[in-house]
């Protein structure tokens, strides 16, 4: 608390009518805690006011303190379970503690209590999310959107919501024309919110990704391009530049951008693991190596640099290392070249049988991808 709210505090606590001054005054001040302290003198005299509980509880969240938070809005909803802003902060605590499925039991409450309000339904589309439930998620973002279409917010959601949904069709079917729809309308809805705001680096990162996404290149470098303008640093930016320039095949131009993207975040997996695509491409599979570990060790996940992995070390004239990465590596793999690889290792070790099945696996996946 500040000297000055000190002084005040001490001369208004004991008056109760002063009490709303001096918190609009704390509170336009940004001194939460302050406010926060101000609400426990006024509960000291009245401990069942649920209202009370509520405000203090708001103060706490607006301090950062969720869990203390928290705690205060369940008092007031013991007290009255029909506080529509102790039901949406809850909600809003339990989502920020990474607790969502808890936080949809009080927000869906508060949708109930105020359904005409929109910022319930953000809350809840949030605490959805929390849950991977994206279906359930855009439902409330396009009600938002329904209701109130200049709620930038809203049309993020959806389009962020939409390309979740693509992505889970894309895993299960990567010529799915219903995630192609899907990403259309990702797309459309994130250039609603970007009209809205325009200065939105969060908005450009996720178009420049979701242009990435539905083949269109230089519309995603162009988004990449302005979200570096609004914030030059952004080790985000300049790997998305990267990474569509990578998967444009544009070898020359990825370097500038992916080098400033390890300046700015040297240990990300994804920015190490396009430079080992890069070194290996280029023969310095020590190099490659290097960087191919950090990317798997701050994300296991990388099937491609699992890949990498296993070409590095029948390069290295480890068969024996290379079978176990490229199996890891097949089971995401749309074009076989695992396999390819996994029957050349097979084929090192003199395990013949095996290196006939990998090649027949190679051969199946090939097939299946030429299907139109």
Partial sequence: MTSRALVLLCGLLTAADNSAELLRWLQAEGDYAGAAAVYRKLLAKNPESAELHSNLGLMLHMAGEEGRALEEFRQALRRNPSLVAANLFAGVCLTRLGRSAEAILYLDRACRLEPAAVAPRLARAQAYIGTRGFAAANKDYAEVVARDPSNAEGWFGMGITYRSMADALLKRSPQSSEASD????????????????????????????????????????????????????????????????????????????????????????????IMADLLVRGGDYAGGRKHAEVALAGNPGLDYVHLLMGKIYLAENHPEMAVGELKIAGRSDATGSSYYLLQRAYKQLGRDADAAAALREFERVRKSAAKP
């Avoid at 420049?208 to 162009?222: N, Y």
């Avoid at 302005?226 to 640093?233: E, Y």
């Avoid at 998967?247 to 080098?259: F, M, S, W, Y």
């Fill in 182 to 273: 899907y990403l259309q309308r990702a797309l459309d809805a994130l250039n609603r919110a970007i009209a809205l705001d325009p200065r939105s680096e969060r908005v450009r990162l996720i178009l420049g990704e979701a242009f990435r996404d539905a083949g269109k290149l230089t519309e995603s470098v162009e988004e990449y391009k302005r979200a570096i303008a609004i914030r030059p640093n952004s080790a985000a930016a300049h790997l998305g530049l990267a990474t569509t320039y990578w998967k444009a095949g544009e070898t020359e131009t990825v370097l500038p951008a992916l080098r400033r993207a390890l300046e700015l975040a040297s240990r990300d997996p994804e920015a190490n693991g």
